[in-house]
């Protein structure tokens, strides 16, 4: 077999077309010639021999027709006709063709630009060597959720376990970045030297950390972004070796990451240094706090379940060598999982579902092409029949018209990539801020490679069904087919297409609807304080990082007066944990009513270290006892304020005030004094509007064990919360110049910012809904009015028997809602079906909500009539006279 | 409607379309060697036969026919069109040579000819039938 044969004599056939033809002519003008020569040898006259030997050979057009076909090109050739035939057809159709392409432009678009979404989570490994390798290991919480592990676990797992080549522990840091132009709150992560040999990533310039650096008082060294690089520092080259200012202190930067290197455990972060903790037997330092992230890299030819089933077995045996506290005493175990699972699990059902929802959508958009394409065959039922009965086979036939929906979908496609563009910037424009991965959003090649796919196979699918109705049609009657207004074929396939249609745009619609509804259920959610006229933005004492907390609380406290010192200002107040903010810092509490002195049995509440004005500015309401005062500073009793669902929860039925407990490091140790529950306040949603009844107890400032670094201050205003922030900030400055204020915002903003994820998803799904909606009314329509062209003539026959308009307006309008109701009915079957999915995304309404689906179905038969209406009019305004005499 | 070409007499009864201008294409072609019916052990043995054939000196293409006709006393007739697509595949897989060659009257006729491929593959291909046909001989003798 030579294929560079093949090659040239295919490719001289069709670029020297008549050359190549010639010679196959002569070839076969030659054999006809040698039989006529045989016939005269034999005695025939020439004009004879001519007239047999041309018999004998048979038609030589044939012949030539049989050699031609049997060569690749022919294939080619026939496939470059079909294409301009195709192409041709459809210029002569520019509605038609203008209608089908935009549709399917707005199918594969969408399926496009989701798609591009959910690869970067759900298919693709992460961006590390042999990602399916790495796995996480955390610690149980109280109820049963993984929580973060301590550096002590850290410390015991990797010396103990033998299944991980390397492991790792990551702590979050935000160092405020001093010293050059202004003060800027990075995001970081302290880690432990063999962080980056887990992920398998080593520094593009410079080194790596290695253990000596990870020694407590060791080197202060750092290792940078290449964005942080560019952005603050003049290029990768220009920060190596250099002395930056990180909280106060001169780091070396001794490495800097390359470009493009996704950080998936905390995507923003641009600077790491080593964590330097050390061994710590006394269990009261940060390295036994619950606050670390571990990861680890299997060992080669340890599979995870092996490496579960280690660290299992580690759990539940402690040794001497490494002591382990009450609250890390591993006694449940471990968890562990993939990484790549754990840093998708909380937003994969909403990403399954915009996936289903999407191909809802393209499924809609196929149906309505199909329903037009059979729409065009039924008109060119003469043309397959002339070319049937010229020779053409059904493979032949059906070959040609799979071209034409093919060349129709590649231009769809074309098209919808420029939608899937608009749709990529959308997504990354409006995704949530917990969505893992929106880096690795775009279209890349994976992307193209599906939308080529799907196009190809829409183009299939579509032109399926047309083109095996045209095929099959029957020779005869096509042919002497006169009028193309008798009714049409294909009567039962349209109209089973356009009641999927409408079921599936039925089942976008409902989903639509009870998420708009979550929503509307979730943020009537009291959040237990009043957001209005309120300002919120955090403050760091950075330069006084290393000075001692008295330093730190003085720094605050003139804060504070300055603030309140701000014209317009109401009141203004520090806080350790805002709620809804993203802040999650919970703790201890032991109650000295409780029975055993297991701290496990402890409460784990979120703690608020507030000055006294806190209540008044967030206007959360007493409800027993007092607030906390100026007068509750250090040296005098410690006063504790729970919140409702707390004092509930440890105190059934009994009066909370002048109950003693312990908080925080305090819980379990004997030595320290009780402190007392002076007041009992209103629940604050924490975490989400969705997630309530937490445990919370305030503590005043100067009480804690110690004054925290970074507080959110809180102001009340007047007027405008947002007018007042630039006067804030230079109140705050006016203190120390060098404090970095982040996360800025109003706290209406940051209550509504809290919904982002559903808030996303319904975005999504009314985006999908609407086109559904208008894709199935054109659909209905589309039908109806291609069934009223075909039976202009019997509707003119009814009219000129009587029938008055209102009747045949009637017909029309009730076939054509007959078609919409039946929809609607399977449409709910799959609704109900389907809601199963977004299960996770709902909030206060259950899945069969009777007034949504009631109201989406009202929807969907109203648009339904108004698309039936229209045909309907045109047909009833028909003049039998005209319609009868056009024939 | 088709179009027709200039008429010739003896075309009035044959449908004549030209290519390029309607969409017809052919049905099968009819079965190249008169007897057998499956086509794939006819086209096998159509290559076989036309390699052989050339073993002996190069020929044209009716010449061919007409040498596998008269040697297998008349069992196997080749038809035109089949011959010559066989011809033009072997001529693609590199076991034929093709040249034009001028006859009398000025016209021009196509003169094959095996290649050392083309020999080396009809070592092959006699060899797997004498294998084959031995095998289906053994098969029938078996009852007896």
Redesign the interface.
Known sequence: MSLWRQMTRGLRVLVHRRAADQDLADEVTDFLNQLAAEHVARGLSPADAQRAARLELGSSTMVREQVRSSGWENAVGTLVADLRFAARRLRSNPGFTIVSVLTLALGLGAVTAIFSAVNPILFEPLPYPDAGRILMVSDFGTDGAPVDVTFGTYRELAARSRSFSTMAAVDAWQPALTGTAEPERLTGQRVTATYFRVLGVPPALGRDFDAADDQPHGPRVAIVSDGLAQRRFGGTRAVLGRQVTLDGDPYTVVGVMPRGFENVLTPSAEVWAPRQYGANTSFDGPEWGHHMRLVGRLAPDITADQATRELQAIAHTPVAEFPRPPWANLDHGVIVHALQADVTAGVRPALVASLIAVLLVLAIACVNVTNLLLARGAQRRGEFAMRAALGAGRRRLISQLLTESLLLAALGGALGLAVADLGVRALVALSPPGLPRVNAIRLDAAVFLFALGITAFVGLVVGFVPALSASRSDLHAGLQQGSQRTAGGHRLTRNVLVVAEVALALVLLVSAGLLLRSLERLFAVAPGLDPSHVVTMQVEAASHLHDGDSTRFRFFAQTLDAVERVPGVTAAAFTSQLPLSGDFDKYGVQLASAPSDDPNADYGAFRYMVTPAYFAVMRIPLRRGRLLTDFDRAGTVEAVLINESFARRAFPGQDPIGQRVRVGPEAGRTDRPWDVIVGVVGDVKQASLAIGDENDFYVASGQWAWVDNVQSLVVRTQGSATALIPAIKQAIWSVDRSSPIVRVASMDALVAATAGQRRFALTLFEAFALAALALAAIGIYGVLAGGVTERMREIGVRAALGASRGAILTLIVRQGMTLAVIGVLIGLGGAVLSTRSLATLLFGISRLDPITYLGVIVLLLGVAAVACWIPARRAAAVDPIITLRAE | M?CRRGARS?DRH?L??K?RN??????H?PGALVEEPNTDVIQGTLDLLILKTLSLEPM????IGRRVEQISRGVFRI????L??AL??L????WLDAEWRQ?E?A????YYRLTR?GRKQLEVESADWKRRASAVARLLNAEG
Request: aromatic share 2%.
């Open positions: 088709p003896a044959i004549t379309i290519m309607c969409i017809v294409l052919p049905h072609p044209h293409g009716y010449g038809n035109a069109g089949s010559l697509t033009q595949r001529e693609r897989a590199g006859t009257n016209r021009r006729a196509r491929a």
